[in-house]
């Protein structure tokens, strides 16, 4: 059985009967994103349909799809002539992203400050309280550190939910699943510096639940600010060598 049938077979029986069948090119798009994501597929390295189908188990056409899916959210580089590719990474470019994320997500905060409810108040505190006790987890810890990076998007995630724009809130993860890139790639590295995230996230977590607006906002730029210091330094040991 293929990985793809396997996970057909799962999405019928057991918990998979109760959520919507997995499509091979689904199934695709999913491990492809995740790989890119992960950095286990290169910045830059070429995405041959074939190769793809082959890695995934899967038919050329599903390929296809995945990829031009992944092209749509900048995941993947469509070239003319040809093929596909995975996107470069550059200090110029996570530059940009960060202050691009920046904006989007303190306005979203900004806003969701302002729409507050107790139910958005329980659940930032409780998405705090479940990142707070998750190791992050670097190569010399061993172990893979997706843990930590679904709990942190949760986080990320539930200080946006109420600002009132869908958009906004897809925007904001876009930038998030471009920023995992560059964390994973740097994570590579033997050399990156320890950093005390959970008071990061505490000082965001306690303003926003505070409504001192100007101050959560704060505390949320200089962690992002944080994490690109790190992440440039990271990207020019690389360069270096």
């Given at each position: ?9 799962e ?36 995405l ?54 920046c ?7 900004e806003?969701?400050?302002?729409n ?53 809130i ?72």
């Amino acid at each position: 059985m293929t990985l793809v049938d396997q996970a057909l077979a799962e999405s019928k029986t057991g918990e998979g009967s109760r959520a919507e069948k997995v499509t091979t090119a689904t199934f695709v798009y999913q491990h492809l994103r995740r790989d890119i994501l992960k950095g286990e597929l290169k910045p830059g390295q070429k995405l041959q349909i074939d190769q793809v189908a082959a890695r995934y188990s899967a038919g050329t056409n599903p390929v296809r799809e995945a990829l031009n899916r992944l092209s749509s959210e900048r995941l993947v580089d469509r070239h003319e002539q040809r093929g596909f590719s995975v996107p470069q990474l550059s200090l110029e470019s996570l530059r940009e992203l960060v202050k691009t994320h920046c904006w989007l997500e303190a306005k979203a905060l900004e806003e969701s400050i302002a729409n507050r409810t107790q139910a958005w108040e329980d659940n930032v505190i409780l998405t705090y309280h479940r990142l707070s006790r998750t190791k992050v987890r670097l190569p010399e810890d061993g172990g893979d550190n997706s843990e930590w990076e679904i709990k942190h998007r949760a986080f990320h995630n539930a200080l946006i939910a109420a600002c009132g724009s869908s958009l906004l809130i897809n925007y904001c993860n876009e930038m998030m699943d471009h920023a995992e890139r560059y964390r994973y790639i740097s994570m590579i590295i033997a050399t990156t510096p320890r950093r005390d995230s959970n008071e990061e996230h505490r000082l965001i977590m306690e303003a926003t639940i505070d409504g001192n607006v100007e101050l959560a906002k704060e505390h949320l730029v200089s962690q992002y600010q944080t994490t690109l210091r790190l992440l440039e330094e990271q990207l020019e040991i690389v360069g270096a060598a």
